[in-house]
């Protein structure tokens, strides 16, 4: 009977604190000072070329800060890059965003823009004419191991390490008090 209420008090300390820290949500995060590289050509054919535009590519991208900081190159003008990044979900279903547009030149050109939410559509005076946009994506990775972290995860993953240790040891106390311990006595 003992050994059932404690295991049963075990599992819901191990099971407590994990649950608390997902529920939680940290809105006072700090983002990562780490950038996301972006894809080389190499690594993942297709993604570095911008739909529906032959003549432009993305050399290479990276997010960092809720920055997107993209280099373009282009074997022709185009008169219009358009950079889209949604900023804010409004609970009545409009969504707010941030656009940038720049002039391609032959060559090289790099374009910035702010996208908290790791997104933006990008979109040339071709890729209009055509009906089609890019989307570039920065995969931050999965929920259980992602950042950015915070002082409040530090705390709660001390608490459920101080709570583990706290029941293991009384978990062993009741079984010495109980005599269920297969111990032997000391003899002092």
Known sequence: MVRTILVGLLLIGLLATPLAAVAQESPTATP?????????????????????DDAVYIESWSYSDGRFTIVFNSSAYRPSLTLTAPVENSQRGSNRGAIVQ??????STTVEIAAPTGEVIITTSTTVDAGVY???????????????????????????????????????????????SNEGERIA
């Open 102 to 107: 720049r002039e391609l030149t032959r060559g």
């Open 134 to 180: 890019t989307k570039l994506d920065a995969d931050r990775g999965g929920d259980l191991v992602a950042g950015p972290f915070d002082g409040s995860d530090v705390r709660d993953a001390g608490i459920g390490g101080a709570l583990g240790v706290a029941l293991a040891v009384v978990l062993g106390a009741l079984s010495v008090v109980s005599g269920d």
């Open 32 to 52: 990562t000072a780490e950038p996301t590289s972006g894809p080389a050509d190499g690594d993942r054919p297709g993604e570095a070329q911008v739909y529906g």
